[in-house]
Each structure stands twice: as structure tokens, then as C-alpha cells.
């Protein structure tokens, strides 16, 4: 029903009591640093994942987040000093010994992780078509005039197979009038503060 839903099966491996989650590093790269960027700083910084299919790299997401996110303990632990530790490590070419780590500190970590994305949250707005049914020149009845017309059009012309594409479809209004008649429906647009709009419709 149009909810995300990603499972890395080929990420799985079986946790050995004491080691630590191999994956941090590449989760914070991933997902964490490309999130908080989005949120904190530019919404656009996400075509960074484009740049970097490995991860966007520690120190470039710790150079580009705002200071205040220096006195965050948990964005300093995870992001900041994270990046600082990468350097250092690819400075030295020692090798030490990988801590141990308990299962409760595992099982920390990751409901840290996951409080700390739950609660990054963005605010559409401010790009070219975020308000663009806002600020519209449309009247409510050249508005309601048009929604006629273009359910009209879909009711004459009945998709085979029943899939509509709504290209610069905006928040969507005029999709869902094409899923209301039962026709599976993707909508596109460039604006990323539009589909976000129109995901949280």
C-alpha cells in the first residue's frame, strides 16, 4: 500500500557474543549520516548517495552538519568522533585489538540509532513546487472544474493494464483520482518537498 519496505537479507550474519556489530560503520555511512545531512542541513544533500555508492564518507557529513551537532553526545558519538576515529585509523597503520562489546551494548546502540532517525525530521518546504496548490492561481471552482475533466478522461479512456503514470504530479491530487477509480497509479516529480507531500497524504 505504498509503504517502504526493505529487508537486506544478504546482510544478515549470525552475532557472536562479544564481537561488535560489523556493520556500524557502513549503517552510520548509509543511512545515518545521508539522514541527519537531509534533515539538519539540506534536504538536497541526499544526491550525496549518488556520489558515494559506499557510503557517504564520515568526515564530509561531520564537516557539513551544523555545530550545534557537536553537543549532541549521541550525533558527537556517531558521527563526530566516529569520523575523527576513521582518520586516525587510516593514519596509523597499527592494528589493534577489536574491543568487546556486551549484548547490552549492542542492543544500546541500535535503540539509540533508531531513536536518534525516529526523531530527525524534515519539514517540506522552501523548494520551487512545495506550495504550489497553496500559492496556486487555480479558483476552488477552475480547481473542482478540472478535477472533473481529468476523471472524466480516466473514466473514457480505462488503462490496460489499469497503471497510470502522473508525471509532475506534485502532492498528488490528481493521482488520487485515478487510484479512487481503481487504477494503480505512480506518481513522479522532481520537487522533493512535493513527494514528500504527497507521501504523507
Not at 550525496?48 to 551537532?69: N, Q
Not at 519539514?123 to 487555480?138: I, Q, R, S
Request: aromatic share 10%; glycine share 6%.
Amino acid at each position: 500500500d505504498g509503504s517502504p519496505v526493505f529487508i537486506d537479507t544478504l546482510s544478515f550474519e549470525k552475532l557472536v557474543d562479544g564481537e561488535p556489530w560489523i556493520a556500524y560503520k557502513q549503517f552510520c555511512q548509509h543511512f545515518l549520516g545521508p539522514i541527519l545531512l537531509m534533515a539538519q542541513t539540506s534536504v538536497s544533500l541526499g544526491q550525496l548517495s549518488r556520489l558515494f555508492l559506499d557510503g557517504v564518507p564520515l568526515d564530509l557529513v561531520s564537516s557539513l552538519l551544523p555545530k550545534k551537532t557537536k553537543f549532541n553526545p549521541f550525533l558527537a558519538s556517531h558521527i563526530h568522533l566516529h569520523a575523527k576515529a576513521q582518520t586516525d585509523t587510516s593514519q596509523d597503520d597499527s592494528r589493534g585489538k577489536t574491543a568487546r562489546v556486551s549484548m547490552a551494548g549492542l542492543i544500546g546502540l541500535v535503540d539509540n540509532l533508531a531513536s536518534i532517525i525516529s526523531k530527525s525530521e524534515w519539514t517540506p518546504a522552501g523548494t520551487t513546487w512545495a506550495n504550489y496548490y497553496d500559492e496556486t492561481n487555480y479558483s476552488d471552482d477552475s480547481m473542482n472544474a478540472k478535477k472533473e475533466a481529468v476523471s472524466s478522461f480516466l473514466g473514457q479512456v480505462k488503462p490496460e493494464p489499469t497503471v497510470v503514470w502522473d508525471l509532475g504530479a506534485n502532492n498528488g491530487e490528481f493521482a488520487r483520482l485515478a487510484t479512487s477509480q481503481g487504477i494503480n497509479t505512480v506518481a513522479w516529480d522532481i520537487d522533493p518537498a512535493a513527494v514528500e507531500k504527497n507521501y504523507r497524504l
